[in-house]
């Protein structure tokens, strides 16, 4: 039975099957969220590969006799290493999300309670209208760039406070190229004041 009234594609049916996979989605929405959120494509282009599941990770590698093993996760070394795991079930994962999520908590007071970490939210984005949305999906994205980074450079250890660099550094370069910088300011409403500093 389809959880969706259109033929979902591969990747999406491929999705629908996890054990997880609890409620009815519309994709497209999820599809939207690194074009509105994200002006860098590269990053977009990340996003669109974790959706599309094209990602590389062990599972996939042995699967494609590109490497004979291990198929365990780069991090934990406990359980298989593919795309869900990776961003999402992972403990070292999971500890970076909270992270972030405490950062932003008592850098700006904003209220996080509504950012809940399951898997929909962490893997495809947050569908909600809350205050600088498109900042915190933009914030999730590279934080799943930098798990990804991480893991292909086997460092085993991936901290919040080399983390907290790359975002800020991306941020950065993001308010230093949009013009009018209003636009920056209206993305990033009170949360600009933690990733860029008051030293611009
Ligand atoms: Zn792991």
Redesign the pocket.
């Known amino acids: 039975m389809s959880k969706i009234n259109k033929t979902s594609n591969s990747s999406e049916l491929n999705w629908e099957k996890k054990e997880w996979f609890d409620r009815v989605v519309t994709w497209e929405k999820y599809y939207e969220i690194p074009h509105i959120s994200i002006p860098e494509s590269e990053l977009k282009s990340f996003q669109y590969s974790i959706i599309h599941r094209s990602i590389y990770t062990n599972s996939k590698l042995v699967k494609a006799k590109i490497i004979s093993g291990p198929i365990?996760?780069?991090?934990?070394?406990?359980?298989d290493?593919n795309i869900e795991?990776?961003f999402f079930?992972?403990?070292?994962?999971r500890t970076l999300y909270m992270q972030l999520l405490d950062y932003i908590k008592s850098e700006t007071n904003f209220d996080t309670s509504a950012l809940v970490l399951n898997p929909f939210n962490i893997l495809f984005g947050f569908l909600i209208d809350i205050e600088c949305i498109n900042a915190i999906n933009h914030l999730f994205i590279l934080t799943k760039r930098f798990i990804y980074i991480c893991r292909c450079k086997n460092e085993t250890d991936p901290t919040f406070g080399n983390l907290l660099k790359f975002i800020k550094f991306k941020i950065k370069l993001e308010k230093m190229s949009v013009s009018p910088t209003e636009n920056f300011d209206k993305k990033w409403g009170r949360l600009g004041q933690a990733f860029v500093g008051g030293d611009n």
């Open positions: 365990r996760c780069t991090f934990c070394n406990i359980d290493e795991h990776l079930f992972c403990p070292k994962a």
